[in-house]
């Protein structure tokens, strides 16, 4: 019978000074469970996801809690039908969701939660400002109804935007979102703490919204942009039908790849007028290789991780 993986994500804001005398204790004690995935540690926390056999999650969770001293975690919980990493990674970051070189920190003062529930009669409301703190590529396959797009490449630009677009609004309600909640953390620990006086985030961000709230009452438009296998997910964290371009690393939906601009492992139509005529050939040998390694029922890892 094939091992059932348990799965879970997981991040904390607090204190943690002695974070680089952490890792060492925490890889093995994680190791001795058979856990692998990735986990950040710095000096405002910890941010992680891994995976262990069903039946030894709870230990895992525990032995993290008990040897960063992060206090109870609350991660998000998921399965999968084999292991979905190679190794266990624990490093030491100087940030554990980077915004770039402003003051934020969600351990001393943080934006106010609101629950799935109550988040839409607070984005409903005309007076307040509903802003997507994730990246365009991220907003382009869905976002709340009338949520403003930054247009950030990175979350390190979200700061610029909104010293630039919102500092005349500081006594406005502001009410932010991101997938999971961690950058909405960052990001209005950096808000309060230049004097935006109402600031709100969704609690779990839209991956709890769509696991909670029906389609009939939902906000939500479109798909949410996931950083795994999946690409987007929808309402009841159902898989949406979005792919991934190996030209730009973009999410593709259905409709874009109808269009001509579209070759598959090659480009897409976000991609296909910047690519040479040597990358694009690059792509299609790449693209033949995994083609023909799947007909013999391999893996073909391609020159940037062999």
Same mark, same amino acid.
């Given at each position: ?48 996801t ?6 030894q ?11 960063s ?28 969701v ?41 907003? !382009?396959?869905?976002? +709340?109804?009338? $949520?403003?797009?930054? %247009? #950030? ?6 700061? /610029? ?40 985030h ?52 259905a ?29 299609r040998? !790449?693209?033949?290789? +995994?083609?023909? $390694?799947?007909?013999? %029922? #391999? ?6 991780? /062999?």
């Open positions: 019978m094939a091992m059932q993986v348990s799965v879970a994500a997981f991040y904390k804001f607090y204190s943690l000074p002695t974070f680089a005398s952490v890792q060492l204790q925490l890889k093995i004690a994680l190791k001795a469970l058979g856990a692998r995935g990735s986990i950040l540690l710095a000096d405002e926390g910890i941010n992680g891994i995976a262990v056999a069903t039946g999650m709870a230990g895992a969770l525990r032995e993290i809690e008990a040897v001293g992060c206090g109870t975690l609350e991660a998000k919980f998921s399965t999968a039908p084999a292991m979905p990493f190679k190794r266990l990674k624990v490093r030491l970051k100087k940030e554990i980077s915004i770039g070189p402003v003051y934020a920190k969600p351990h001393e003062l943080v934006g106010e939660y609101v629950d799935a529930k109550a988040w839409n009669d607070l984005i409903s409301d005309p007076d307040t400002i509903v802003v997507d703190t994730r990246n365009a590529y991220e907003h !382009r396959i869905g976002s +709340f109804r009338g $949520a403003i797009d930054p %247009g #950030t490449g990175c979350f390190s630009e979200f700061p /610029g935007f909104a010293r630039r677009e919102l500092a005349t609004h500081k006594h406005r309600k502001v009410a932010m979102f991101c997938t999971g909640g961690i950058r909405c953390e960052k990001a209005t620990s950096f808000m309060k703490h230049e004097g935006f006086e109402n600031v709100y969704l609690k779990g961000g839209i991956l709890k919204y769509l696991e909670d709230i029906p389609p009939p009452e939902s906000l939500w438009e479109g798909a949410c942009f996931v950083f795994d296998e999946r690409v987007a997910v929808r309402h009841g964290l159902a898989v949406s039908d979005h792919s991934i371009c190996h030209g730009c690393l973009m999410p593709v939906s409709d874009e790849r109808a269009s001509p601009m579209y070759e598959e492992g090659v480009s897409c139509p976000s991609c296909a007028g910047s690519l040479s005529d040597v990358q694009k050939a690059s792509n040998e !790449r693209q033949r290789q +995994f083609v023909l $390694a799947r007909k013999r %029922g #391999t893996t073909h890892l391609g020159p940037s991780e /062999g």
